[in-house]
Every structure is written in C-alpha cells, then in structure tokens.
C-alpha cells in the first residue's frame, strides 16, 4: 500500500455532547418521545459539523486526517460491539433482517426494555466515564455492520474534510467483555479474538474503499496490568491481530493509541507489526531510555504520537516540558507528531465558556479547545524549530510560576493540622464493639434503605435556578427545600423503608455540592462533562487548599430527622470520590490533598452526630475507579486512598454507625481495600451484574454490614418482586442475613418518581417476602 503522512498535530478524541449538551438533550427527548429518529440524526450531525468546523478553526488540518470522528450517541464500546454483530441474544428482536440495529434499538441494549436487563457497565480505565460491557460467547455470530462508521467519514468527506474514523481496538473490545451468560467455565471473551479480527479486516476494506487514509484504533489493554486478563496474554496478542490487519492489501494506515499509562513491552509488539503509527500516553506514561536493536530499528520506520498534552485533566501545564518530551521521541522514530495523551471526551469544552471564573484562575487552565490549540503550538514548533513558539512556551511557564505564589494555593494552617496528624487519627474502635453499640438503633433483620438521593424534579430546578438567579430568595429556597424534605420522608415511612434519606434536594450534584461550600475549590456554569450515555457531570476545579468554613449538610438532616421516628442517614461524599469528580490540583501528591478532604468531613461528621444524627454515610464510588493501571502503583495507591477514608471517619462515635457505598467497578481486586476503609456497612452496585460480586464477598471473608444492590438505577426499568428476590435470595445465599442490607445501586436523582415508587415498592415486598422464609445457611466459600 502506499505509504502516507501522519499529521504532525492530531488529538486522540473530542467532547461529543455538545457545548451546551445538545446531544444529551435531543436523546432524552427521543426517549420521550419528543422528536423522532431523523430529528436526533439531525441533532447529531449538526453537532459533528460543528465539532470539525472548531477543531480546523483551532489549527487541525481540514485534509490530513487530523481531525477524528470519535463521535458516539452512547458509548464507544456499544458502537464496537453493534459494529461486529456482538447484540447479546436477548436482544435479538432488534437485530433487522441485514443485521442492523436501529437508534432506538441501539438505546434499548443500552437501557434495558422490560424483563431484559442492560448491558452491565462499568468503569473506563481509570477515568470518570462508564462504558457498556459487552457479551461474548462461544457462538456469538460475529458480522460487519459498520454503516454508521462509514457513514460519518462520508459526511465529513462531503463537507470537505478528510477525517480519521476511530475505533475501539480488537484486543481491548474483547478484554473488556465479558462472558455470556451460558458461557462454559474457563471462556473467555479474547478466545474469540481470531474470529473478530476478519470483520476488522471487512471494516478496513469499506473505510478504503471510501478514501479514509487513516483508521485510529484504541488500544488502551495494552497499557492495564489491572483487566482480568493476563497481561502477558494481551501483549501476545499484539502481533498476530495487527500482523493480519497490516497485512491487507486495499486498507487505511493503522494509527494504534494506546492512552493512560506506558505500553511498556507491548510498544516492542507493536513496532514489530506493519502497523503505521503508535500513539504514546507521555502524561501518564513514559518510555525507556533505549530499545533492543530489533525494536529501535522497527520503531524508526513508524510514527510516534507522543502525547503531551493532558487529555485528562485541565490545567494549562508545563509547554516547554510537554516540548522537551516531543523532541526527545524525535530521536526514536522515523517521525513524530504531537498529540493529545487521551481524548478530550474527559474535560470540558472551553475556558472561554466561563467568564464568572477569577481571571487569575482562568489563566492557569485549558479546557479541550485549548488543549487543541496547544498541540497545533507544539506541532508548529516541531515543523518550524522552537524559535518559533518560544513566545508561548514563555507565556505557559509565566502561568506556572503565578499560580504556585498565587494566596489560596498554600495555607499554613491547614498544612500544619496535616502535618499533627497521628495513627490514631486514623482508626475507630474494633467493629465488634461498634456493632453492640449500635445495637440501640433496633433495626429489623435484611433493613432496607436507599443510597441518599431521590428524584430532582423540574420544581427542584427551577427552585435552584431562581436562587442563583434572584428570583427566589434564601429563605424562600429553603422553605421549598424543607417541603420536598418532609414529602420525601413521608413516602419513605409509606413505602415502609427502614432507615431514611432527606432526598438531597438541595444538592445540585454530590461532588459540586461540597464544592461550593469548601474553601480551595471553584465551580464551572458550562464545564460538563460526559460520564455515560446521556449522563454529564460539571467537575469542579480543587485549585488550593481544602478547608471548611461551616457545617455544610448538618441543616438538612437535622430538619430530615426531627420529622420522624426513624432512623435518618446524614450524606457524605468521601474524599476519594472528592477528588475522583473533580479537575484536582496537580502540584502536590494527592494523598495530600485527599487527607486535606478527609479533615473537613471528619469536622463535618462531628457536628452530625452533636445533631443526633446516628448513621452518616461517606459515600465513595470512585474508590475503584482511581486504581492505577499498573500493579506497582496500586498498593500506595490504595493505602492513602483507605487511609483518607478512614481519617474522615474515625472520629466517629462507636454508637454512630458509618456507611459507605460503591458503586459500577469491577470490585474483586479492591475487596481487601473495602475492607480495610472499616465502614459499619457497605453498599455496592451488583444489579447489573446480577450478584456476581457476592461471590468475591463470600471468599474474601468479608465480615462487615453489606448492602449489595437489588435494583439498577441506571435503566428505567421497573424490577419485578420476582426479580429482587431472586436477587436477594441469591445474596442471602452467599452473606449472613445478620449482615446483609437490602437497597437500590446507587442514588435516585435521574429517575422519575414513578419508577421510583413502583421499584421501592417492590424492593420492599420483596425484602419482606425473603424475611418470612425458612432461616439460611450461608454457602460455603
């Protein structure tokens, strides 16, 4: 084939959402039943206009595949698996006779229909976004239908630009699946990997066929020591799927990027293949100093796509390193191009959008638009010699040099409260002795609760905008917060749960909420961000350090619980998480940051409980979510993540019983960490993965309070009473009923009441109906 230029400047991936969530918008209306297909495919395709318009406005170029059609209306993961025929059999009725699957189709796999279930979903690496499992079996038909792929590098060809398709790589798509249900023992998903590797070749046949010159396939497998499978199979891997694609005679140059850590021995694998270019994460990753002399001389022949530029968080950053670094991969490769470290799917659009931020601020960020711009100064600099970017290197480095004096960034006396920290500081009394006090909060066997958050209705919303806005004001806004509190209390005692939540109507998110009232944070009015689907955050900005001002929930839940008899839980977001949701400083380790976190809520927990509030829940989903990819970094990890946890939580009163909750990871290799964070109970999402996680319970000896999930929020579907208990009696099956608490996977807030109520209603009919059944025997592990 012959041979073609990689773009000097490029970015692995762009925000898809819209600057103003117009594609979350135009979904949800679609679900509703608002607008109909063609008026989504509109939405959509304005939207990919105006992302390729942006980026060649930023510097990309409009005919050299620089610019990548990344675009998805979900999930990259789920397009992968609609693209290679892997529809689980459920949902076979949305298959078509030539094998397509329709928008709404699409969806449904996505969101569940009736009595068949999602498609689990969980963490993507170690980001903030949730991508859908896919389900792989021995007979899964695999089949190209890869239209929509095509398709969108047809509609930029017309409109004059020559886009780069992106796709998630073959090895990572099967790594990331999981096996079928009915799968024998000892399948796995990658067993497959010869059988997909065809319809890859199909896929790279239509895209030539249509004049791409490039095709992106995202490997980022390749740089996890953390995925179930072995590590050494994944880079084994490497040679035979890319041997085969790069082999083919009519295909696009390969472009494989392999973002969030280093490739390490896979790089060798990789340079060893006819593959074109390798894209090389260099924020979080890094390479060695010298190759063997076969993978030098390999790697002289390719592109390296050195990734300077930090795709996953938002500060401005070190240009004249991030130019240092390029440079110093010029030595290695036949060329080189600068690039993005990840996509920009994981910041927000622009800080030109945020004019409410402090100037000063502002000067030390860069949102995605900046980011592409950055790199088109790197690329400029290595077509034209540094010379010719000095000035903007310069302007970087004078960014970098304010913001380490800038007031704010360093307090004295919140480091000295860090530094008299001791290991007392860090633990509660033995659990047994926890347990007996907490004896007086007489809850039934199986007690039933929810995560914390219910549904925020349009009346929540306006309320809240009207307070920023003026129209409402604060005392009017609390007199509506405290009216949707007691209504939400009084569904509960309804319903029949047995210990009760306020419902968190005045939190507008569960990180921004603590945000706003913790010293060294700022918040964004158009910072969103996707997590899933249709589903966006707007991250704060943890710019210096952390402190608290003032009691910060303690209101709300005084209020929740003088309104009755019944247990109310106070809601906390732990540190973890804190941090996990936020853009964070990048100047100090974040262990440090973490404990700051951790201190602010241990004075917050303290005047919980002098509310005569006896159980407070530390939620932390993200515990998982933050686990380095590779196993050296993990235990350090996992000691300050703990251990942050645990400084926030210790201070507690043996009698005061401390949740927490967790929620879409794959658990297992952090059991022993779960563990360790010493909650009274612990909740965890295991709905969609229909119990999987009790088994990883039952044989690490887990023996603390434990809530796994019996109802997904993350569907609209209502679980029949059938389901829960099946769900729970399967829990019951593996858990000590003494132990075992009975409540939703995570929180409430994007559902709508009536779902909401049938679901509750259910779950409690169905805790009621497994509490009347003979006693249990916990199997054996």
């Not at 094998?99 to 170690?126: N, Q, S, Y």
């Not at 065809?198 to 004049?211: D, H, K, N, R, S």
């Not at 010379?387 to 290197?393: H, I, K, M, N, W």
């Amino acid at each position: 084939m012959t041979a073609r230029t990689f773009p000097t400047g490029t970015i692995i991936g762009y925000p898809r959402i819209g600057r103003r969530r117009e594609l979350k918008r135009a979904v949800e209306a679609f679900w509703a039943g608002r607008i109909d297909a063609g008026e989504l495919e509109s939405v959509a395709a304005d939207l990919r206009a105006a992302t390729r318009e942006r980026l060649a406005g930023l510097g990309l170029g409009r005919e050299d595949s620089s610019i990548p059609e990344s675009f998805s209306f979900y999930d990259q993961v789920l397009d992968a698996a609609i693209a290679v025929g892997a529809v689980p059999p459920r949902f076979a009725h949305l298959v078509d006779a030539d094998g397509r699957v329709d928008l709404a189709g699409l969806f449904t796999v996505a969101r569940g229909e009736g009595e068949h279930a999602p498609l689990e979903m969980t963490k993507w690496f170690d980001s903030n976004y949730h991508y859908l499992v896919p389900e792989i079996s021995p007979t899964t038909a695999f089949s190209l239908h890869a239209e929509r792929i095509v398709a969108g590098f047809l509609e930029a060809r017309e409109a004059g630009y020559l886009t780069r398709p992106v796709i998630v790589g073959p090895i990572t798509f099967l790594a990331l699946a999981k096996p079928a249900d009915g799968a024998p023992e000892g399948f796995r998903p990658l067993d497959r990997l010869d059988d997909l590797v065809p319809v890859y070749a199909g896929l790279f046949e239509q895209l030539a066929e249509a004049g791409a010159e490039w095709v992106q396939l995202d490997e980022p497998a390749l740089v996890s020591e953390s995925l179930d499978e072995p590590r050494a199979r994944l880079v084994a891997a490497v040679g035979g799927v890319y041997g085969a694609l790069g082999a083919l005679d009519a295909r696009p140059s390969i472009f494989v990027a392999a973002p969030y850590g280093s490739l390490d021995e896979a790089l060798p694998a990789l340079a060893a293949t006819p593959v074109e270019a390798i894209g090389l994460d260099l924020v979080r990753g890094s390479l060695p100093d010298a190759f063997d002399p076969a993978t030098a001389e390999s790697l002289a022949a390719k592109t390296l796509v050195a990734g300077v530029v930090d795709g996953h968080n938002i500060w401005r950053g070190d240009l004249a390193d991030a130019f240092a670094r390029v440079e110093a991969v010029r030595s290695l490769a036949g060329s080189v191009a600068v690039s993005t470290s990840t996509s920009l799917l994981h910041v927000p659009h622009d800080v030109a959008d945020e004019p409410q931020l402090d100037p000063r601020l502002a000067s030390w960020l860069a949102f995605a638009d900046q980011k592409v711009a950055q790199v088109t100064v790197l690329a400029r600099g290595l077509a034209e010699g540094r010379a010719a970017v000095e000035a903007d290197l310069d302007a970087a480095s004078a960014a970098l040099r304010d913001r380490v004096q800038a007031p704010g960034v360093r307090i004295p006396r919140v480091r000295d409260r860090l530094a008299a920290l001791e290991d007392a500081d860090f633990s509660r009394t033995a659990y047994e002795e926890r347990v007996a006090a907490q004896a007086s909060l007489d809850l039934p066997e199986l007690p039933t609760t929810t995560i914390g958050s219910f549904p925020q209705t349009a009346e929540i919303r306006r309320a809240r905008a009207g307070l920023l806005s003026g129209a409402v004001s604060a005392e009017g806004y609390r007199a509506q917060m405290r009216e949707e509190i007691e209504r939400v209390i009084r569904l509960q005692e309804r319903i029949g749960l047995d210990v009760l939540v306020h419902g968190e109507p005045e939190r507008n998110d569960m990180v921004q909420y603590f945000a706003e009232l913790l010293d060294g944070f700022a918040v964004t009015v158009n910072g969103w961000v996707q997590s899933y689907g249709s589903r966006c955050t707007r991250p704060s900005i943890l710019w210096g350090d952390v402190s608290r001002p003032e009691p910060m929930t303690v209101e709300w839940a005084a209020y929740a619980q003088s309104l009755t008899e019944k247990s109310v839980k106070g809601m906390l977001t732990g540190p973890v998480t804190i941090l996990a949701w936020s853009f964070v400083r990048d100047d100090q380790p974040l262990a440090d940051t973490a404990r700051q976190v951790a201190l602010a809520l241990r004075d917050e927990i303290g005047d919980l409980e002098s509310a005569g509030i006896r159980i407070i829940q530390v939620d932390e989903p993200a515990l998982r979510e933050l686990l380095p990819l590779k196993l050296a970094d993990q235990a350090a990890y996992l000691d300050w993540s703990v251990g942050s946890f645990r400084l926030a939580t210790a201070g507690a009163h043996p009698a005061t019983q401390i949740h927490t909750h967790l929620c879409y990871s794959e658990f297992g290799v952090v059991i022993d960490a779960i563990r360790d964070l010493d909650a009274d109970v612990t909740s965890i999402e295991a709905a969609r993965s229909r119990m999987e996680v009790v088994d990883d319970l039952a044989a690490s000896g887990f023996d603390h309070g434990i809530g796994p999930g019996v109802y997904d929020i993350h569907s609209p579907r209502v679980p029949s009473v059938d389901e829960v208990t099946a769900l729970l009696e399967r829990a019951v099956g593996g858990i000590p009923a003494t132990r075992l608490w009975v409540n939703p996977d995570c929180g409430l807030k994007t559902r709508g009441y009536e779902e909401t109520v049938s679901s509750l209603e259910n779950l409690v009919a169905a805790t009621n109906e497994v509490r009347a059944s003979a006693v249990r025997e916990p199997v054996s592990a």
